[in-house]
């Protein structure tokens, strides 16, 4: 299926300027003519979905691995995608209680010690492959705005969209014509502070010894690379967002959980549909009382539930409808046609919590589990204390990043899948 962009291609003589010198960009696909550019057949995408209070263990993992084990309550709820998600279990991803959202997907450890400094997340490793490719490197949501599971390089957290409107403004609703020259007239603002910082530093350059050379070095490499992520917002500005025959009028209420979910993974799907974006992370938070009959306490109180009996009634009630959900995301991928492959193909979809045991803030034996993407499913596997970023790295290099390590991984990929 042909795929037009109708935005401007950069021209091929683009230079980078800053520091006393002039660096050509390497070709890009921008840099095509802007008509003649098509989705590659072998377009991959990528969704990380990270329940931040976990799933009660009984009814998350089979009782037996390999291809012939029984299907978990949780896991019966995907029966119909048996053949296309693989399970496991022993993986890891350091201590630190809740605050290992911190690292869910970048792999760093000892996020509750003193100096503690994050690395970039797998999500925006992938999403600066090939950032041009679409209007957005990558879609980074969460129940709040200030708890992403997105890093960048240098350590620093992304914001998230938090509101299924903004998600949906965002992705489809065009600016006015005011707004978008106001938006374009921020742009060259920018464009101008960063001239005037390349400018400077290229005096201070001078006066530097090599340590501090090298630093220097490394924030203007990130200040090239906005550089280059400026002018790719300006094209897009100017692009008319996709028109999908979809519409949302107004935000849920955070406590129709159900009703958030399907509205949230429906805006993934049509996002990865229409090209928007190929890399999509979710921190899903539980602060409230979810409107499902039978549940009348707090969720993030539920998963403390110590094994109380009433509080896991309710507790299983919650995470049964939160695997419903996941259930339709992964159908709705399914039934999407794109060069004689489903979506859900061409998309690895993870599935993971940070924590193993909500109950009592354990970050062992992790509930992990791998949809699409074309990966040899269908299978249970249990790990003895294997590093989660050992599944990233694979994932990475799924996303055609040919990584030897990521995070703490001690393979790049995880022993028995492929």
């Given at each position: 299926?042909a795929y037009f962009s109708f935005k401007k291609s950069i021209d091929r003589r683009t230079f980078l300027r800053g520091s006393g010198v002039s660096l050509a960009l390497p070709l890009l696909g921008a840099m095509q003519p802007a008509f003649t550019q098509e989705k590659s057949s072998e377009t991959r995408r990528f969704v990380a979905v990270n329940a931040h209070l976990g799933f009660y263990s009984k009814n998350f993992f089979?009782?037996?691995?390999?291809?012939?084990?029984?299907?978990?309550?949780?896991?019966?709820?995907?029966?119909?995608?048996?053949?296309?998600?693989?399970?496991?279990?022993?993986?890891?991803?350091?201590?630190?209680?809740?605050?290992?959202?911190?690292?869910?997907?970048?792999?760093?450890?000892?996020?509750?010690?003193?100096?503690?400094?994050?690395?970039?997340?797998?999500?925006?490793?992938?999403?600066?492959?090939?950032?041009?490719?679409?209007?957005?490197?990558?879609?980074?949501?969460?129940?709040?705005?200030?708890?992403?599971?997105?890093?960048?390089?240098?350590?620093?957290?992304?914001?998230?969209?938090?509101?299924?409107?903004?998600?949906?403004?965002?992705?489809?609703?065009?600016?006015?014509?005011?707004?978008?020259?106001?938006?374009?007239?921020?742009?060259?603002?920018?464009?101008?502070?960063?001239?005037?910082?390349?400018?400077?530093?290229?005096?201070?350059?001078?006066?530097?010894?090599?340590?501090?050379?090298?630093?220097?070095?490394?924030?203007?490499?990130?200040?090239?690379?906005?550089?280059?992520?400026?002018?790719?917002?300006?094209?897009?500005?100017?692009?008319?967002?996709?028109?999908?025959?979809?519409?949302?009028?107004?935000?849920?209420?955070?406590?129709?959980?159900?009703?958030?979910?399907?509205?949230?993974?429906?805006?993934?799907?049509?996002?990865?549909?229409?090209?928007?974006?190929?890399?999509?992370?979710?921190?899903?938070?539980?602060?409230?009382?979810?409107?499902?009959?039978?549940?009348?306490?707090?969720?993030?109180?539920?998963?403390?539930?110590?094994?109380?009996?009433?509080?896991?009634?309710?507790?299983?009630?919650?995470?049964?409808?939160?695997?419903?959900?996941?259930?339709?995301?992964?159908?709705?991928?399914?039934?999407?046609?794109?060069?004689?492959?489903?979506?859900?193909?061409?998309?690895?979809?993870?599935?993971?919590?940070?924590?193993?045991?909500?109950?009592?803030?354990?970050?062992?034996?992790?509930?992990?589990?791998?949809?699409?993407?074309?990966?040899?499913?269908?299978?249970?596997?249990?790990?003895?204390?294997?590093?989660?970023?050992?599944?990233?790295?694979?994932?990475?290099?799924?996303?055609?990043?040919?990584?030897?390590?990521?995070?703490?991984?001690?393979?790049?990929?995880?022993?028995?899948?492929?």
């Amino acid at each position: 299926m042909a795929y037009f962009s109708f935005k401007k291609s950069i021209d091929r003589r683009t230079f980078l300027r800053g520091s006393g010198v002039s660096l050509a960009l390497p070709l890009l696909g921008a840099m095509q003519p802007a008509f003649t550019q098509e989705k590659s057949s072998e377009t991959r995408r990528f969704v990380a979905v990270n329940a931040h209070l976990g799933f009660y263990s009984k009814n998350f993992f089979p009782t037996k691995v390999g291809s012939n084990y029984e299907l978990s309550p949780y896991l019966a709820e995907l029966k119909d995608h048996r053949q296309q998600f693989s399970v496991f279990s022993g993986l890891y991803n350091g201590s630190g209680s809740h605050e290992t959202e911190q690292s869910a997907l970048t792999g760093a450890q000892g996020v509750m010690t003193q100096g503690f400094k994050n690395s970039i997340s797998l999500d925006q490793l992938m999403a600066a492959k090939d950032p041009i490719a679409t209007r957005y490197p990558s879609l980074i949501v969460s129940g709040a705005v200030h708890r992403s599971l997105s890093w960048t390089k240098s350590g620093a957290r992304l914001q998230a969209v938090d509101s299924l409107m903004a998600l949906y403004k965002k992705l489809f609703v065009n600016g006015s014509e005011k707004e978008v020259k106001a938006q374009l007239k921020e742009i060259v603002r920018g464009r101008s502070v960063i001239d005037t910082i390349l400018a400077e530093s290229s005096k201070v350059n001078k006066t530097l010894d090599a340590k501090d050379k090298a630093k220097l070095d490394q924030y203007l490499t990130s200040v090239r690379e906005l550089e280059i992520r400026l002018q790719q917002n300006q094209d897009w500005i100017k692009t008319p967002k996709p028109k999908v025959d979809f519409e949302l009028t107004e935000d849920p209420k955070k406590v129709d959980t159900v009703a958030r979910l399907d509205l949230m993974y429906k805006l993934f799907t049509l996002a990865l549909q229409t090209d928007s974006t190929r890399v999509i992370s979710y921190n899903m938070l539980g602060a409230h009382i979810p409107a499902i009959t039978g549940v009348n306490t707090e969720w993030h109180n539920l998963s403390h539930h110590g094994k109380d009996e009433g509080k896991l009634k309710q507790l299983t009630l919650i995470e049964f409808e939160v695997m419903k959900c996941f259930n339709r995301f992964l159908t709705g991928l399914k039934e999407v046609k794109e060069n004689d492959q489903s979506l859900l193909d061409q998309t690895a979809v993870l599935l993971m919590s940070n924590l193993g045991n909500a109950s009592s803030h354990d970050n062992r034996n992790l509930p992990v589990l791998v949809a699409g993407g074309n990966f040899n499913h269908g299978s249970y596997s249990s790990h003895s204390f294997v590093p989660l970023a050992n599944l990233h790295c694979q994932l990475a290099n799924y996303m055609g990043l040919n990584l030897d390590k990521f995070g703490n991984s001690k393979k790049s990929s995880l022993v028995g899948f492929s």
